[in-house]
């Protein structure tokens, strides 16, 4: 049996394939955000109850280490560094989030000036040692470092990346002495001193965290074979993970775009935006082809330099608080109300509406149909809720509307805009034209945005997955075993390629070497080798595969990427990386022949439905009874166990061989 766990804000989704039968299993409970592993750790002793003895094996990924990071509660840590560079996080590159706000202010570093260390050594640029490292002060440190309490440090030499031997040095003494150590040469040889501190600070801040939170999993499970997803769309093994948990801050929304991009490309699709809606936040990504790659990320104002799946979230989910700000306007998140209280419909104690609340009062999402009917909603508090936010806001009701369903009708509108402008960071404002992709919604709270949203973007087509409320659980289970290295080389593109193939195979041979060690048979191991490349004289660079036409490419892709290229300007290769993949089996998906068209088999019942400016009587179908072929015009509403489609006026739903809803939208031009 193997397990795919993905652990939200609000809900922790479990998916379990059975490698015997073919036969998939999805279970779905409310998050324990003051201890995440106690959600997992009592499905997990429940699923022990009904698999009895069978062998199983778990890939997990967890929102711990981004909570972490982002609610600012890792571990204490320290920074030690190089003489006279004690104050890099601070500095940083000087940019500021907000230019014309005259009262912008940065976030405090992770590490605060009485943790940064320095010590006397020093690198010149092309990693010749210059000032050799002196330790005689080394044991003041240490105790130093006690007495503050400190648990992690965090340890960036100047050209490291170069000449990392004064910092193997510290680490090794630090280690020695009781502390969890990360060392910006192990995280991250590259070039550029505050990516690289920043990424090595942000891995001792919060791999304590993760360290604590994956043993006691593993020891309470038992279960032996267990992996861990990265943000990079692969995984790697629970050691790897407790070290390195920098590595696993986007674990659950790269699940989602892998298992995304899976499901898709079994329909046949390849230019895709995923669009990821749950209960605190909606992450969006977009696939032209292949999985988006950056080194760019910046997460809670940090950046992290290592490779991640290109994803923009914002705080709009089925759990985003509407509220009216102080200039009387209506506004949605990015406050959540979790998993506890949750949205006030849960009766859990929840005073504010949320986005889950509008659309219950809508009628768009059924009382009596949630979660497969084991948890009731509380329609006449959503209702009261709503009622507030509409008085406050100063809103009068729309014809033939109640104050609560003009309210709800509102904080939908804005939610969607919210996660509409998400969309367009990802495709208008990089080139992209949304009329070439096809929406795949997921999450449990996407299918009743999708298709207002594809509209919104005249994007002609969503495609919601049977499983879309677990699709991040259910890619984890689809991932392959990744590894990503990078070496900072600074050389001319004019560099004949067997020259770049010596420099580049000590990480093709360590690649090989980790993906083996990780049980994974030499015959299964993919290397992928890629450069970044730039024009000298630029900032940023451009990554590339090498090939034996690499400059050609460079061009190619600069001009794919900026709409234009400069064949005649010299070029540079900043770093050489390997991407080493370790193929895994992934659950297949059958297709089944498709039958008719008429889904009335699949009918429950009709119920009012609050549309732009009116109520209708809407057919509400049973998700599970839709067979391949089945069609329907909208509106309409299809109800899964865990998640609800709400389909619009005059749009097309048609059930292909895997079950996807594919939905024909009606343009909004």
Request: charged share 20%; net charge negative.
């Amino acid at each position: 049996m193997r397990i795919g766990i993905d652990i939200g804000g609000t809900f922790t989704d479990f998916v379990l394939f059975d490698e015997t039968t073919g036969e998939y299993q999805t279970r779905k409970t409310l998050s324990t955000p003051q201890d995440p592993a106690e959600a997992v750790l009592t499905q997990l002793s429940r699923l022990k109850l009904q698999l009895g003895n069978c062998k199983s094996s778990i890939v997990h990924g967890s929102t711990v280490a981004t909570n972490a990071l982002l609610e600012r509660k890792g571990a204490i840590t320290a920074l030690v560094t190089t003489e006279g560079f004690r104050d890099l996080l601070e500095i940083g590159r000087q940019n500021r989030p907000d230019i014309y706000d005259l009262f912008s202010r940065r976030l405090p570093a992770l590490v605060p000036p009485e943790l940064r260390f320095e010590v006397p050594e020093r690198v010149d640029h092309r990693g010749n040692p210059i000032q050799p490292l002196d330790l005689t002060s080394f044991d003041a440190l240490v105790a130093q470092l006690t007495t503050a309490g400190v648990i992690s440090v965090a340890v960036s030499l100047l050209f490291s990346f170069l000449y990392p031997e004064h910092e193997n040095v510290i680490a090794a003494r630090l280690r020695k002495a009781g502390f969890f150590v990360s060392a910006s040469n192990e995280v991250l040889p590259e070039f550029r001193e505050y990516e690289r501190t920043s990424t090595t600070v942000v891995n001792a801040y919060v791999s304590p965290v993760l360290d604590r939170y994956l043993a006691r999993l593993a020891q309470e499970s038992g279960i032996i074979d267990f992996r861990v997803m990265q943000s990079n769309g692969g995984s790697i093994g629970i050691s790897q993970a407790r070290r390195e948990a920098v590595r696993c801050v986007l674990s659950g929304p790269a699940g989602g775009v892998v298992g995304a991009r899976y499901v898709a490309a079994a329909a046949g699709v390849d230019q895709l935006l995923t669009f990821d809606m749950g209960g605190t936040s909606t992450d969006v990504s977009l696939c032209s082809g292949d999985i988006q790659i950056t080194t760019e990320s910046n997460i809670g104002g940090l950046p992290i330099r290592i490779p991640v799946i290109d994803i923009h979230t914002v705080g709009s989910g089925g759990g985003s608080i509407a509220y009216v700000d102080t200039g009387g306007a209506l506004r949605v998140g990015p406050e959540s109300a979790g998993a506890d209280p949750g949205p006030v419909c849960y009766g859990r104690g929840g005073q504010r509406a949320t986005v889950t609340d509008a659309n219950l009062i809508l009628g768009r999402l059924p009382a009596d149909h949630f979660l497969g009917g084991q948890m009731m909603l509380d329609g006449s508090t959503a209702e009261a809720a709503l009622t507030n936010l509409a008085q406050e806001a100063d809103l009068s009701p729309r014809p033939g509307l109640t104050l609560a369903q003009t309210a709800a009708l509102g904080v939908i509108e804005v939610v969607n805009a919210h996660m509409e402008r998400a969309l367009r960071v990802i495709s208008v404002q990089r080139g992209h034209d949304p009329r070439d992709f096809t929406l795949v919604s997921f999450g449990g709270a996407g299918g009743l945005h999708a298709v207002d949203l594809a509209r919104s973007l005249n994007i002609p087509r969503a495609l919601i997955p049977p499983n879309a409320a677990t699709l991040s659980a259910f890619g984890m289970l689809a991932t392959d075993v990744i590894k990503d290295y990078v070496r900072t080389v600074m050389c001319s593109g004019d560099t004949p390629y067997p020259e770049i193939e010596t420099l580049i195979a000590p990480l093709v041979t360590r690649g090989q070497a980790d993906i083996v060690a990780e049980g994974i048979p030499a015959a299964k191991v993919i290397i992928e080798r890629l450069l970044d490349m730039r024009y000298r004289g630029q900032s940023y660079e451009l990554m590339v595969p090498l090939t034996a036409n690499f400059g050609d490419d460079f061009h190619l892709a600069h001009a794919y990427a900026y709409g234009y290229a400069e064949p005649t300007m010299p070029v540079e290769i900043v770093n050489v990386r390997v991407r080493a993949i370790g193929s895994l089996s992934r659950p297949p998906l059958t297709p089944l022949a498709l039958g008719h068209s008429d889904p009335s088999q699949a009918l429950l019942d009709r119920r009012p439905v609050v549309l732009t400016g009116e109520i209708a009587e809407l057919p509400f179908y049973d998700g599970q009874a839709l067979r391949p072929g089945h069609q329907l015009q909208g509106p309409a509403v299809v109800i899964h166990p865990d998640t609800t489609i709400f389909i619009g006026p005059g749009d097309e739903l048609m059930v292909d061989a895997y079950k996807n809803l594919v939905v024909d939208v009606k343009s909004g031009m």
